[in-house]
């Protein structure tokens, strides 16, 4: 592993089995972890979200494209009701290199990011940066991130540097802007409409978590017969829709 940032850009896959030590460890302190699992953060320190323009009717997809004359905001119950997660992170005591990290409990000296990792089960994760220069095929990947699709697994990003926009939609199909930035920790779950792009910015640096083997394939939309999509639209849409 290195941070070097003189070498050829890699996207690693890096998959990192929980050390026996680790596990034997939670087994021994299981009923503290009941305890203690790590709380979702207080709805004042969530991102910022707003409903936004349609497609159409913004040039720039980069620009914040809120609703006028009056903007919209998105309450925190509501992101919560289409299946967001949120946790606020100490980005700054904590540093993680430039590349792909294995996911090591070495590496991760944050206690809060282990307890997370440890009561949702996430086994991998690595580190992407969205720039010209660290990332590699950067022009497919911007569009790519910007057209709407789902993914059969929980979508997991911790902002580490920089910031950008993930879109979600609500349950009348209406676009929700999410304004994430460093620091913080948030889920999509399986299923979920989304798509992602940076801010004027232009830079985002975020760790990517999965549970298991990582697969990363979005499925662009319609995606209606999919069934991480029906499962979705059963337990968030239907159930939530007036
Ligand atoms: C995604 O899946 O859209 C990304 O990984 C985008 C960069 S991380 C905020
Ligand atoms: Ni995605």
């Known amino acids: 592993m290195t941070n070097s940032t003189t070498e050829e850009p890699v996207e690693e896959i890096v998959v990192v089995e929980k050390e026996p030590e680790a596990k034997k460890q939670k087994t021994m302190t299981e009923t503290k972890k009941e305890l203690t699992t790590t709380p979702e953060s207080p709805d004042e320190e969530w991102p910022e979200a707003w409903y936004m323009l349609k497609d159409g009717e913004y040039d720039d997809q980069k620009a914040e494209n809120r609703m006028s004359p009056e903007n919209k905001p998105c309450s925190v119950g509501e992101l919560k009701k289409l299946g967001i997660a949120y946790w606020k992170m100490d980005a700054e005591t904590y540093k993680y290199p430039a590349k792909a990290i294995p996911w090591d409990p070495k590496d991760a000296a944050d206690p809060k990011l282990m307890a997370i990792r440890d009561d949702r089960g996430y086994s991998y994760a690595d580190i992407i940066s969205v720039k010209p220069?660290?990332?590699?095929?950067?022009?497919?990947?911007?569009?790519?991130?910007?057209?709407?699709?789902?993914?059969?697994?929980?979508e997991i990003r911790y902002i580490i540097d920089g910031s950008g926009y993930f879109d979600i939609r609500d349950t009348h199909n209406n676009w929700i802007r999410i304004h994430i930035k460093k620091g913080d920790l948030m889920t999509l779950p399986e299923g979920c409409y989304h798509r992602f792009t940076c801010d004027t910015t232009d830079f985002i640096q975020a760790m990517r978590l999965f549970i298991?083997?990582?697969?990363?394939?979005?499925?662009?939309?319609?995606?209606?017969?999919?069934?991480?999509?029906?499962?979705?639209?059963?337990?968030?849409?239907?159930?939530?829709?007036?």
């Open 133 to 154: 220069d660290l990332l590699p095929g950067y022009d497919e990947k911007i569009k790519a991130f910007f057209e709407e699709h789902i993914h059969d697994a929980e």
């Open 212 to 242: 298991g083997a990582p697969v990363w394939t979005p499925f662009n939309r319609p995606q209606e017969q999919h069934p991480s999509r029906i499962d979705y639209v059963t337990n968030y849409i239907d159930n939530v829709t007036a």
